[in-house]
């Protein structure tokens, strides 16, 4: 009877072992579910929005150019990178980070292209390997398995596709484009590269004028507009006001050029364009269209004439000598007197590592709202501000580089996406 009753209790004892060791594999298993799954799925979403950021800034850069695909590529690498992974631990797990292969373009019909010119869509995909499986692997060594679903580490894959549109608001400059007489969309009468003047007084069909984007007439208000950080929110059907031009716009426009008055804080507050080196048909001797943006100077064009582009990857200054602080250098370029009456004495320093490169933003590149006789804003012009102001001020030209919402257009904005017209923004589509 005792020997029945010792044997009754060792059976009960391993049933209970066995039953606490199942219900131990059990907690485990949700514990790894819990911690492992979501390791993964912090990874995971940290994969996203590298893939995000990559394909964003991949798609800001396909304007159609020969080297659109060149630089969207860099640009997606350089903006996916700085998203890490892990818990942000600043490692991509020492599994390598985005490549050029992990970026590809589609054509408007989806179909993969090397094309510049049909590149629409930037579509970023990247797998994360090696994410360190903590109970899972715990588990597999006590169930005594080796299938795969108990290995050390997994993998998580993401994927991103952007395009760009334009945007619902944008952030012009304080001028108003009039169509040219008979001008339609796109282009209302102007030719790309072609020259057209901003006049000081009420603008006439084909000339621009000065226009506050508020709708008001108030002068300060055109400085402030013009100045930093400007003014966004301007949409298509806005009315916009007609100041009283004053000297005070001087200042703000010179700066995009990179010229300071000595009391002014400088290009490290009031920035520059990449290049400050001017335009005039004195050293641009180009016939219509002119194309100072992305021509090539003809014959009789001064011996420092290059065109925009050129300039500023060589981050050229108004003078257009390096290391040149004069002024008076610059006269000798436009013709325009900035030091008699205007005290314009200080130039960004060109060069690499100059005040151009250090400070510079696409100042010069600028949205201009294109009006209607009602002053309403009908759509957006792309253009280049050729040269500066003086003082007494003078008429100056921009140059028409094109719609600003077409697909090859350089003008940029910020905003949602979801507009009819204007510079474009990107936006995810996947």
Same mark, same amino acid.
């Given at each position: 009877?005792?020997?029945?009753?010792?044997?009754?209790?060792?059976?009960?004892?391993?049933?209970?072992?066995?039953?606490?060791?199942?219900?131990?594999?059990?907690?485990?298993? /949700?514990?790894?579910?819990?911690?492992?799954?979501?390791?993964?799925?912090?990874?995971?979403?940290?994969?996203?929005?590298?893939?995000?950021?990559?394909?964003?800034?991949?798609?800001?850069?396909?304007?159609?150019?020969?080297?659109?695909?060149?630089?969207?590529?860099?640009?997606?690498?350089?903006?996916?990178?700085?998203?890490?992974?892990?818990? $942000?631990?600043?490692?991509?797990?020492?599994?390598?980070?985005?490549?050029?292969?992990?970026?590809?373009?589609?054509?408007?019909?989806?179909?993969?292209?090397?094309?510049?010119?049909?590149?629409?869509?930037?579509?970023? $995909?990247?797998?994360?390997?090696?994410?360190?499986?903590?109970?899972?692997?715990?588990?597999?060594?006590?169930?005594?398995?080796?299938?795969?679903?108990?290995?050390?580490?997994?993998?998580?894959?993401?994927?991103?596709?952007?395009?760009?549109?334009?945007?619902?608001?944008?952030?012009?400059?304080?001028?108003?484009?009039?169509?040219?007489?008979?001008?339609?969309?796109?282009?209302?009468?102007?030719?790309?590269?072609?020259?057209?003047?901003?006049?000081?007084?009420?603008?006439?069909?084909?000339?621009?004028?000065?226009?506050?984007?508020?709708?008001?007439?108030?002068?300060?208000?055109?400085?402030?507009?013009?100045?930093?950080?400007?003014?966004?929110?301007?949409?298509?059907?806005?009315?916009?006001?007609?100041?009283?031009?004053?000297?005070?716009?001087?200042?703000?426009?010179?700066?995009?050029?990179?010229?300071?008055?000595?009391?002014?804080?400088?290009?490290?507050?009031?920035?520059?364009?990449?290049?400050?080196?001017?335009?005039?048909?004195?050293?641009?001797?180009?016939?219509?269209?002119?194309?100072?943006?992305?021509?090539?100077?003809?014959?009789?064009?001064?011996?420092?004439?290059?065109?925009?582009?050129?300039?500023?990857?060589?981050?050229?200054?108004?003078?257009?000598?390096?290391?040149?602080?004069?002024?008076?250098?610059?006269?000798?370029?436009?013709? /325009?007197?900035?030091?008699?009456?205007?005290?314009?004495?200080?130039?960004?320093?060109?060069?690499?590592?100059?005040?151009?490169?250090?400070?510079?933003?696409?100042?010069?590149?600028?949205?201009?709202?294109?009006?209607?006789?009602?002053? $309403?804003?009908?759509?957006?012009?792309?253009?280049?501000?050729?040269?500066?102001?003086?003082?007494?001020?003078?008429?100056?030209?921009?140059?028409?580089?094109?719609?600003?919402?077409?697909?090859?257009?350089?003008?940029?904005?910020?905003?949602?996406?979801?507009?009819?017209?204007?510079?474009?923004?990107?936006?995810?589509? $996947?």
């Amino acid at each position: 009877m005792g020997a029945a009753i010792m044997r009754y209790a060792d059976h009960q004892q391993g049933a209970i072992i066995l039953t606490v060791a199942f219900v131990l594999l059990f907690l485990l298993g /949700f514990m790894a579910i819990a911690l492992d799954f979501g390791h993964m799925f912090v990874v995971k979403d940290e994969l996203q929005t590298s893939m995000d950021a990559c394909a964003l800034s991949a798609a800001q850069e396909l304007d159609g150019a020969g080297d659109a695909i060149t630089r969207a590529t860099n640009a997606g690498i350089t903006a996916g990178n700085l998203n890490n992974v892990n818990f $942000q631990s600043g490692t991509w797990s020492g599994k390598g980070k985005i490549v050029a292969a992990d970026i590809t373009f589609k054509d408007p019909f989806y179909g993969v292209t090397t094309v510049p010119a049909l590149a629409r869509y930037a579509q970023c $995909q990247h797998t994360q390997s090696g994410i360190q499986m903590w109970l899972f692997q715990a588990m597999g060594a006590f169930a005594g398995s080796a299938d795969a679903a108990y290995s050390s580490t997994k993998g998580v894959g993401a994927l991103a596709v952007a395009t760009r549109s334009s945007a619902q608001t944008t952030c012009p400059v304080p001028l108003g484009l009039k169509p040219k007489d008979g001008g339609t969309a796109p282009n209302y009468g102007y030719q790309p590269g072609e020259w057209v003047t901003l006049i000081m007084g009420t603008p006439t069909s084909g000339y621009i004028g000065w226009y506050n984007l508020d709708g008001s007439t108030n002068a300060s208000e055109t400085r402030t507009e013009l100045g930093e950080p400007g003014r966004c929110g301007t949409r298509v059907a806005d009315t916009l006001g007609t100041p009283g031009v004053e000297a005070t716009v001087v200042p703000v426009w010179n700066a995009r050029f990179g010229i300071y008055k000595n009391a002014d804080p400088g290009p490290s507050v009031n920035h520059p364009d990449y290049s400050g080196y001017a335009y005039t048909s004195t050293n641009w001797k180009n016939a219509v269209p002119q194309n100072a943006y992305a021509g090539i100077p003809a014959a009789g064009s001064d011996a420092t004439a290059l065109n925009f582009k050129t300039k500023r990857l060589a981050f050229a200054s108004y003078a257009d000598t390096l290391g040149g602080s004069n002024v008076g250098a610059g006269d000798s370029i436009t013709g /325009f007197e900035l030091k008699t009456g205007g005290g314009f004495k200080t130039l960004a320093t060109p060069g690499a590592g100059g005040e151009h490169e250090q400070f510079g933003y696409s100042r010069r590149i600028v949205a201009v709202p294109v009006i209607n006789g009602a002053n $309403q804003v009908i759509d957006y012009a792309c253009m280049l501000m050729l040269q500066p102001l003086s003082i007494p001020m003078v008429d100056v030209q921009l140059e028409f580089v094109g719609n600003a919402g077409a697909e090859s257009s350089p003008c940029t904005t910020n905003g949602y996406a979801g507009g009819t017209a204007g510079p474009k923004v990107p936006v995810l589509v $996947q």
